[in-house]
């Protein structure tokens, strides 16, 4: 049997090796357009980047020493340009222009990829690279070594373009990615890409999401990326990483089906339409496990099992290829990334329902040095509890955990399955209960209505008027910042304050990753509150998905503070590491209490969140930070023991806080309070409204719960508006009429309503005060005001006035 493969690397290769260890006698000839038959493709960008120091290592068999240990006539730069099925020749086309025929009895088409190169204005001219193979790689590196970029551009972030990202921020350039999504790592959820965006921030790598590339300029000896919406970034260098396309040019040719996907079309055994001619590897589209919809899957994994089967098949034997759930891993400078099956947005678009559970654990044993924190997000059938997809980022053990997932997948396994996974057990390499166990325990929860999670997009766009946000971790925790108009009653303290949270609002319990919310969760449930949900994956989840992305333009050098050269008392040094969130801080507050004025601390965390509630902290107690940085998944803090605060007189040139009193219960006036409350809170400034006497009337629920008053408060309720929807005017009333102009002109204009400009005040982070004698004189209770005003007195909205440098009584 005479055996022609078209194509060499990962797919061809493997499937030559194959059919000669099983027939001594077939005759095979691969034939290659390249110079390269067997090279490690993924392992360029590391070259590129001098972690794989020699080129040699990239090559996994030379053309020579393979054809010798398998027999294989090995043809480099020999490029196949047309196939005739009928007479079943391939016509070659070699390196010197000349052409020749070679006939066969089977023919394996493994032309892989190419990559997408769009043509845009400037595309070719020097300095713009795309990376597929040795030969690029070569030209990449060459420019390099000339040409010290110091400004790259990366355009898709892909795996590809996060791997060359990070390795030319490690040749020294300051690094920009230009992604036309609204995320990185498109086989990712937002949720968990999102965790990624925080490292490249941290690394100093400027993200612009959702951005379209135009054009390219030469710009002196540099070149200019313009953006489809004018804006524009300077680069030495830029690598267009924006995908890759199945290279079908010769099956097109040849008059082979292609699939719907835009892949070569193959049957379970990996046979095209012609029974005599096969097709394995990027070029080819097959039906997804889950879907049953044919996609492309541009991995090497894959590529070489199907490379073993066709091999197999090709000799008579029959074995169907069973598909791919598309398992695949990056490592994005400190993190590892990690996916296999289906996401959320995946299953959405298949149109398929499902459910989705994210925890925070560690890699090991808290206990056991370096446990590093990971990320894990699974998707599962609500009803079935059929497993579907998963996700890691983290730093340690992410691999194996990922693989662990995929073989569940890939058998048609459940969360049950997950749970019931015997895996090796020590501290140095895992906990007594695994990760994964963790995430098919946490999804079992919520198939069982042990939980009823919300997720972050969910309580990011739920109206919290008749809502109730409960922050259940600790006060300190609470202090360095939570989710707006959110009340703080720590966990352990739940029980016995149970009084204080209403019945007929739903409550929405979180805390730091989701452990504790769901304590409380229990709690509540069982103690006759109907209405409750906690929040998956916690603060850590939330705060990722909503946080901005904020552009680096000052160097790579960033989030480093310079040591003051200076001699210090004392450093004590901390390891935190191991410890979530909140830890790490409360390790570090009780540290601080020990030590004198002018000594320091050093804190060592896996908390990613740690630097951030550290500088947090300093802010807030006149504590000095003076060093942060971030190694290998490990935050080094260092901290100065400060003075305690001292009062400072604050004048017009300070940038401090706006506080209002509000003692007008006018339609106008409110307006105007809510207008500059939203303006002042819009800089990025502390804002505070204190509302006294008729000011009460502001801020009354529309919809209020009947409340127990004595003769007083029933007088006082019949004379004053009942909600803001009463309020009139201070001039031109009119008994009322003038009121109901003014919110008909402002509809008719698009103007805020003033119900709608004191809910965007409280969004903004506007702080609302009743004060509370005025609510006794009046009889106004709690239950009839906004969720999120709070109660309290004279000393309280001083204190706040302190701080501020504008202070207005309306």
């Known amino acids: 049997m005479k055996i022609i493969i078209i194509g060499g690397v990962a797919g061809g290769a493997t499937t030559a090796a194959r059919i000669r260890r099983s027939d001594e006698k077939a005759e095979i000839i691969l034939l290659e357009k390249g110079k390269y038959i067997s090279y490690a493709n993924c392992g360029l960008p590391y070259y590129i980047g001098g972690v794989i120091k020699e080129r040699e290592k990239l090559f996994v068999q030379t053309p020579e020493a393979f054809s010798t240990r398998f027999r294989v006539d090995v043809r480099t730069e020999n490029e196949v340009i047309f196939i005739d099925r009928k007479r079943k020749t391939v016509t070659v086309r070699q390196s010197s222009e000349d052409t020749y025929e070679e006939s066969y009895d089977k023919l394996l088409i493994s032309t892989g990829a190419s990559p997408v190169r769009p043509p845009l204005p400037g595309i070719d001219l020097n300095g713009i690279f795309t990376l597929r ?4 790689t070569d030209r990449i590196k ?4 000339q040409h010290a970029p110091r400004k790259a551009v990366v355009i898709g ?11 030319l921020h490690s040749q020294g350039a300051e690094v920009s990615i230009v992604e036309m999504g609204t995320q990185v790592m498109a086989p990712i959820d937002f949720s968990m890409a999102s965790l990624v965006h925080q490292h490249l921030m941290d690394k100093g790598v400027n993200l612009f999401l959702g951005q379209a590339v135009a054009s390219f300029e030469r710009e002196g000896k540099g070149l200019k990326v313009f953006f489809k919406d004018g804006h524009s970034i300077s680069a030495d260098i830029v690598i267009l990483s924006i995908g890759v396309r199945p290279e079908t040019n010769l099956a097109r040719a040849a008059e082979l089906t292609i699939g719907d996907a835009g892949g070569i079309a193959v049957n379970d055994y990996l046979q095209t339409s012609d029974e005599s001619i096969y097709a394995i590897g990027d070029a080819i589209e097959f039906r997804h496990p889950i879907t049953g919809i044919p996609w492309l899957n541009y991995l090497a994994g894959p590529a070489n099992r199907q490379g073993r089967i066709v091999a197999d098949n090709i000799l008579g034997t029959k074995i169907p290829y069973e598909g791919a759930v598309g398992t695949s891993i990056a490592k994005v400078f400190d993190l590892t990334v990690a996916a296999t099956g289906l996401p959320g947005k995946k299953l959405r678009q298949a149109g398929i329902s499902y459910l989705s559970s994210t925890i925070h654990p560690s890699s090991h ?3 056991y040095p370096d446990a590093m924190p990971m990320s894990i997000k699974i998707t599962f059938d609500k009803e079935t509890g059929q497993l579907y997809g998963g996700q890691i980022v983290g730093y340690d053990g992410v691999d194996k955990r990922i693989d662990e997932i995929a073989l569940v997948i890939k058998h048609e396994g459940t969360i049950y399955d997950l749970m019931k996974v015997e895996q090796a057990y020590a501290p140095p390499y895992s906990s007594a209960k695994d990760p994964v166990a963790v995430a098919g325990y946490v999804a079992e929860n919520i198939i069982t209505g042990k939980v009823k999670p919300v997720y972050w997009r969910e309580l990011r766009d739920i109206e919290m008027e008749n809502n109730l946000l409960l922050d259940v971790r600790t006060p300190d925790e609470f202090a360095l910042g939570t989710l707006p108009n959110a009340v703080n009653i720590p966990l352990d303290e739940l029980r016995d304050r149970l009084a204080e949270l209403p019945k007929d609002k739903m409550i929405y319990t979180f805390c730091a990753v989701g452990l504790r919310g769901y304590l409380a969760y229990r709690i509540l449930i069982q103690h006759g509150f109907e209405n409750v949900r906690n929040l998956s994956g916690g603060l850590k989840t939330y705060r990722a998905a909503t946080a901005p992305i904020i552009l680096n333009n000052a160097s790579v050098q960033q989030n480093k503070v310079v040591t003051p050269t200076v001699e210090v008392a004392k450093t004590i040094q901390v390891d935190a590491c191991g410890l979530q969130c909140p830890g790490p801080i409360l390790k570090m507050k009780k540290t601080m209490d020990t030590l004198s004025s002018g000594e320091r601390v050093e804190i060592t965390a896996t908390d990613p969140g740690f630097p951030r509630d550290a500088a947090a902290w300093c802010n807030s107690t006149g504590n000095q930070l003076i060093k942060k940085e971030s190694v290998g998944g490990k935050s080094i803090v260092i901290i100065e023991k400060g003075e ?13 806080g706006k506080t209002f009193i509000m003692f007008s219960d006018d339609l106008d006036k409110a307006l105007a309070t809510f207008v500059l409350a939203n303006g002042a809170a ?21 919809n209020k719960p009947n409340v127990e008053k004595d003769i007083f408060g029933k007088m006082f309720n019949m004379m004053l508006p009942s909600s803001s929807k009463k309020l009139k005017l201070s001039k031109m ?15 008719r204009k698009g103007i805020d309503s003033l119900e709608s400009l004191r809910q965007q005040a409280l969004e903004n982070g506007v702080e609302f005060i009743a004060c509370q004698m005025s609510m006794d004189v009046m009889g106004v209770k709690q239950e009839e005001l906004l969720d999120g005003v709070t109660i309290g007195g004279v000393a309280t909205y001083m204190e706040r006035a302190d701080n501020a440098n504008i202070n207005l009584f309306i």
Not at 133 to 136: H, I, K, L, Y
Not at 142 to 145: D, F, K, S, T, V
Request: charged residues 15%; positive net charge.
């Open 644 to 656: 305690p605060k001292s009062c400072n007189i604050v004048t017009s040139c300070d940038s401090k």
């Open 365 to 367: 044993a808290g206990y």
């Open 733 to 747: 009333s009119m008994g009322g009429i003038g009121g109901r102009m003014m919110r008909y002109i402002m509809n």
């Open 133 to 136: 193979n040795v030969s690029d």
């Open 157 to 167: 972030a892909g795996f590809i373009g996060l791997e060359m990202a990070e390795n």
């Open 142 to 145: 060459e420019y390099i070594n």
């Open 682 to 702: 819009a800089t990025g400034q502390k804002v505070t409204i204190f509302f006294t006497f008729w000011g009460l009337n502001v801020i009354k629920k529309l």
